[in-house]
């Protein structure tokens, strides 16, 4: 099999509005997220069903009940059963993996049009009982039912939170708030610039909800005729910081208080802080839960297909993907990998930072963007700062003000990037990354179709 010469091309996409963690689509599960937002692509476009060659989808928060959660989005949908469909496992990057998935399978002629999508339902990641299955008590549902009253009292088995297990990294144990501590302290970013990050990005969000950005790219989650959600939720949640900015300075520290201290965060994780040791009196926490993006659910998708397919379909083209890159470091400074897959991927692409007109940045924390405009301008050169102060960053807030469904916030920020590009035609370059637990980091560069 070889590759082939043909510009890959995306052509529009769609997204449910973003619930919060517990709230509005608490209920809704992430393979009906995935299925509404795929029936949703088809409705708003010129997509003909039976084109549609294969669906690509991120998940993290894969179960059992939805094995290949791509297949059973098929099924429900409108979708032909042809349809080729792959689940995609990458952490945060799990959505734009999905993109560049389908990209390849276009290259090697393995199909001309693709769905790539991202789905999370954080509302419904399960507890699970760990141990394993040569244990009498754990042989059969019997016999875990049986025993239940004193499962627990048996060495070897416990139950676990599936998302703070999910949200821990296991090779350096710690979990993604220590990790942007880390960076904080390592890069001397304070609380309150961080904070001023975070006002930033929420005011930017609300004012984008209100003058209808949002509303080009999402559609309604709507069951049995009762409209469960029609705008993202968690803004207008946390609307009274931008009316009340001193709220953010009221917010608790995440590793201070409750027995724990920096003094301690330093004695389990100060061998990653390099360069810093902790000082008595000065060394002080900085991430909150106001500056951090917040557990969510939600479903996003884009169409990706050759050039001669999307013509022959008469599909809106948005842009043209251009190249991709992803970077791995180390897990315990996870945020600060959009810097390395940014530069390889402008590398690929054989153009400079100073070329991009937009940047659309997964905001995991506050504290690894600001790390991030700090070590790209020492490492590389790239002006993130000034990007970020002009709007040409996150224009229209990012993950802390909209929240985080995990898969579907790489194909969130693709969306985002593709829909500001067609209300600013003059935007040539437009680069979408974000950071991924485990260490990773993704890049995207789409370029104005000609």
Same mark, same amino acid.
């Given at each position: 099999?070889?590759?082939?010469?043909?510009?890959?091309?995306?052509?529009?996409?769609?997204?449910?509005?973003?619930? =919060?963690?517990?709230?509005?689509?608490?209920?809704?599960?992430?393979?009906?997220?995935?299925?509404?937002?795929?029936?949703?692509?088809?409705?708003?476009?010129?997509?003909?069903?039976?084109?549609?060659?294969?669906?690509?989808?991120?998940?993290?928060?894969?179960? #059992?009940?939805?094995?290949? /959660?791509?297949?059973?989005?098929?099924?429900?949908?409108?979708?032909?059963?042809?349809?080729?469909?792959?689940?995609?496992?990458?952490?945060?990057?799990?959505?734009?993996? *999905?993109?560049?998935?389908?990209?390849?399978? /276009?290259?090697?002629?393995?199909?001309?049009?693709?769905?790539?999508?991202? %789905?999370?339902?954080?509302?419904?990641?399960?507890?699970?009982?760990?141990?394993?299955?040569?244990?009498?008590?754990?042989?059969?549902?019997?016999?875990?039912?049986?025993?239940?009253?004193?499962?627990?009292?048996?060495?070897?088995?416990?139950?676990?939170?599936?998302?703070?297990?999910?949200?821990?990294?296991?090779?350096?144990?710690?979990?993604? *708030?220590? %990790?942007?501590?880390?960076?904080?302290?390592?890069?001397?970013?304070?609380?309150?610039?961080?904070?001023?990050?975070?006002?930033?990005?929420?005011?930017?969000?609300?004012?984008?909800?209100?003058?209808?950005?949002?509303?080009?790219?999402? /559609?309604?989650?709507?069951?049995?005729?009762? %409209?469960?959600?029609?705008?993202?939720?968690?803004?207008?949640?946390?609307?009274?910081?931008?009316?009340?900015?001193?709220?953010?300075?009221?917010?608790?520290?995440?590793?201070?208080?409750?027995?724990?201290?920096?003094?301690?965060?330093?004695?389990?994780?100060?061998?990653?802080?390099?360069?810093?040791?902790?000082?008595?009196?000065?060394?002080?926490?900085?991430?909150?839960?106001?500056?951090?993006?917040?557990?969510?659910?939600?479903?996003?998708?884009?169409?990706?297909? #050759?050039?001669?397919?999307?013509?022959?379909?008469?599909?809106?083209?948005?842009?043209?993907?251009?190249?991709?890159?992803?970077?791995?470091?180390?897990?315990?400074?996870?945020?600060?990998?959009?810097?390395?897959?940014?530069?390889?991927?402008?590398?690929? $692409?054989?153009?400079?930072?100073?070329?991009?007109?937009?940047?659309?940045?997964?905001?995991?924390?506050?504290?690894?963007?600001? #790390?991030?405009?700090?070590?790209?301008?020492?490492?590389?050169? =790239?002006?993130?700062?000034?990007?970020?102060?002009?709007?040409?960053?996150?224009?229209?807030?990012?993950?802390?003000?909209?929240?985080?469904?995990?898969? $579907?916030?790489?194909?969130? /920020?693709?969306?985002? *990037?593709?829909?500001?590009?067609?209300?600013?035609?003059?935007?040539?370059? #437009?680069?979408?990354? *974000?950071?991924?637990?485990?260490?990773?980091?993704?890049?995207?560069?789409?370029?104005?179709?000609?």
């Amino acid at each position: 099999m070889k590759a082939r010469e043909t510009k890959i091309v995306l052509c529009g996409g769609i997204r449910t509005p973003i619930g =919060h963690f517990a709230k509005s689509l608490a209920h809704v599960s992430p393979e009906h997220l995935l299925t509404l937002t795929i029936n949703g692509l088809l409705a708003k476009t010129t997509l003909y069903p039976h084109a549609v060659d294969g669906v690509m989808a991120g998940w993290v928060g894969q179960g #059992s009940h939805a094995p290949n /959660i791509a297949r059973i989005a098929v099924l429900m949908s409108h979708l032909p059963e042809k349809a080729h469909a792959v689940t995609l496992q990458a952490n945060c990057v799990s959505g734009m993996e *999905a993109i560049s998935s389908a990209a390849r399978h /276009i290259i090697m002629g393995e199909g001309d049009l693709y769905i790539a999508a991202g %789905t999370e339902s954080m509302s419904n990641f399960p507890y699970a009982i760990r141990g394993d299955r040569s244990m009498k008590e754990l042989r059969s549902l019997d016999t875990v039912r049986a025993n239940w009253p004193s499962l627990l009292d048996h060495e070897g088995i416990g139950v676990v939170d599936c998302i703070e297990e999910g949200l821990n990294d296991p090779v350096k144990n710690l979990n993604m *708030a220590a %990790t942007a501590e880390v960076c904080a302290q390592m890069y001397s970013i304070d609380r309150k610039s961080q904070d001023a990050y975070a006002l930033e990005t929420y005011r930017r969000a609300l004012d984008a909800e209100e003058k209808g950005f949002y509303a080009t790219h999402t /559609i309604p989650v709507i069951e049995n005729g009762k %409209t469960l959600l029609e705008k993202d939720e968690y803004p207008y949640l946390r609307e009274g910081i931008v009316k009340k900015p001193e709220m953010l300075a009221k917010a608790p520290v995440i590793f201070e208080g409750g027995g724990f201290s920096m003094k301690k965060f330093y004695e389990l994780y100060g061998e990653h802080i390099l360069g810093k040791t902790y000082q008595e009196g000065k060394t002080a926490g900085s991430v909150t839960l106001f500056n951090s993006c917040a557990r969510s659910d939600g479903a996003a998708a884009v169409i990706v297909a #050759s050039e001669k397919r999307a013509k022959e379909l008469n599909l809106e083209i948005l842009g043209e993907l251009v190249t991709w890159g992803y970077y791995g470091n180390n897990p315990a400074h996870m945020g600060l990998a959009p810097v390395f897959a940014t530069a390889m991927t402008l590398e690929r $692409a054989g153009i400079n930072f100073d070329q991009i007109d937009l940047i659309e940045l997964h905001e995991a924390f506050s504290a690894t963007c600001l #790390s991030i405009f700090k070590v790209g301008l020492e490492k590389y050169g =790239h002006h993130w700062e000034s990007r970020w102060k002009d709007g040409k960053l996150n224009p229209h807030g990012g993950s802390i003000p909209l929240g985080h469904p995990l898969a $579907a916030t790489g194909t969130r /920020i693709v969306l985002n *990037a593709l829909y500001q590009m067609k209300q600013h035609p003059e935007i040539r370059y #437009s680069l979408a990354t *974000a950071c991924a637990a485990g260490g990773l980091g993704g890049a995207m560069l789409i370029q104005k179709y000609q």
